[in-house]
């Protein structure tokens, strides 16, 4: 084969891109990955797994997550559990794992920046694919060259940096201050704590400097110390296979808009997209299962978050108080089911 033919081209190093090469380990098939950072790891994210990530896994899962503070407008709740719902696996770890299992080609500090029907360009040089796969997130140029716009629903994160391991899961629901919104600290990695505020809708400077404020405020941050980040994330899924071109992750909007939690989505469409490369019926079994537990997540997050259906406030009841009685029972049942999928 040339020396610039692949059989498969993925673009991006994350969680979905990883997962996809490394099903494809062993196929025979000549695979590449181009990923446009120098190193795995980069991608702003807290880099929590939960159980349903890698079951069985031989890796180390990291910091345990049994206890979470719920936070209304006006109330602050610990629940505790007997085992973790989450772990800080830190993205670098989790992708130096997923790496570990890979055979194909990884080209660092190589960014796509064109793609055509047969093949694509980096500053490096062009390349030709049978099949492209993109695997490059919230601001995929595979899913722009498809021509999917994103737009039901994105989303924007923005939170400080904290210099020191987070010292708790906390989630903040505040449908009257921040309608569509939700208040955070988690980790960032295994090292750093980010604690801010995610939203549904375009990045908004005003909306930003209202969370700034409230976070400030709410987490008691000393506004000299602190630095601050931003990330989009896309959860308007359109679809997965194009021809022989496939979206993986969250370029094909896999991410649970109600929780943010990605990197399930990620590893599992990665490897479903790998199945039906390979031709084998389970990847498409695989993608039509995600895309219908995603098609349920916006339907219940557009119900939750629309303060004009009593639903919103339904949760909001549930969660000034979710330590007893029927708000625990239903409390414990939606965590263990976003949990464990
Ligand atoms: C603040 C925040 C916190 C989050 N925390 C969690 C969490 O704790 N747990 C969880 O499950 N999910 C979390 N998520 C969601 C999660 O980060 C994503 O859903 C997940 O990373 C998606 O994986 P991916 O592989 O599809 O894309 P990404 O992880 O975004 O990986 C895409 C890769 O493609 C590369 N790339 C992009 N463009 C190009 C190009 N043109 N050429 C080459 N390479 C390119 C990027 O550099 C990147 O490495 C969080 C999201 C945010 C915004």
Request: proline share 5%; charged share 25%; aromatic share 10%.
């Amino acid at each position: 084969m040339d020396s610039n033919e692949f059989d498969v081209i993925i673009v991006g190093a994350g969680p979905a891109g990883l997962s996809c090469a490394r099903a494809l380990k062993g196929s025979g098939l000549r695979v590449m990955v181009l990923e446009k950072n120098p190193n795995l790891g980069m991608k702003i994210c807290s880099g929590e797994i939960s159980p349903k990530v890698l079951p069985g896994g031989n890796i180390d899962r990291g910091m345990e997550w049994k206890e979470l503070v719920v936070c209304t407008e006006g109330s602050r709740q610990k629940i505790s559990y007997s085992r973790p719902f989450l772990w800080t696996i830190g993205r670098e770890n989790l992708e130096k794992h997923l790496m570990g299992g890979c055979d194909a080609e990884i080209h660092f500090s190589e960014p796509v920046s064109s793609v055509a029907g047969s093949h694509v360009k980096t500053p490096q040089g062009r390349y030709n694919y049978k099949h492209l796969v993109g695997a490059d997130g919230a601001f995929s140029i595979v899913r722009k060259y498809l021509d999917l716009p994103v737009e039901h629903i994105q989303g924007w994160a923005y939170h400080f940096v904290l210099d020191a391991p987070c010292p708790e899961f906390q989630l903040c629901w505040m449908p009257k201050t921040f309608p569509k919104s939700y208040g955070y600290m988690m980790s960032k990695g295994r090292s750093r704590a980010m604690a801010g505020l995610a939203w549904a809708g375009d990045f908004d400077p005003k909306k930003a400097a209202k969370a700034r404020a409230w976070a400030l405020k709410h987490f008691g941050i000393s506004r000299h110390s602190a630095k601050s980040e931003a990330m989009k994330g896309n959860a308007d899924y359109r679809g997965w296979k194009f021809g022989k071109v496939y979206l993986a992750g969250e370029a094909a909007g896999l991410l649970n808009p109600l929780t943010t939690e990605g990197i399930y989505y990620a590893v599992k469409s990665g490897e479903g997209v790998a199945r039906d490369i390979l031709g084998e019926p389970e990847g498409s079994r695989v993608m039509n299962s995600l895309a219908r537990s995603h098609r349920w997540q916006v339907l219940f997050f557009d119900l939750a978050t629309n303060p004009e259906l009593p639903f919103c406030w339904i949760i909001n009841w549930i969660l000034k108080d979710p330590r007893k009685g029927i708000r625990r029972k239903v409390f414990d049942w939606v965590l263990w089911k976003l949990m464990l999928g």
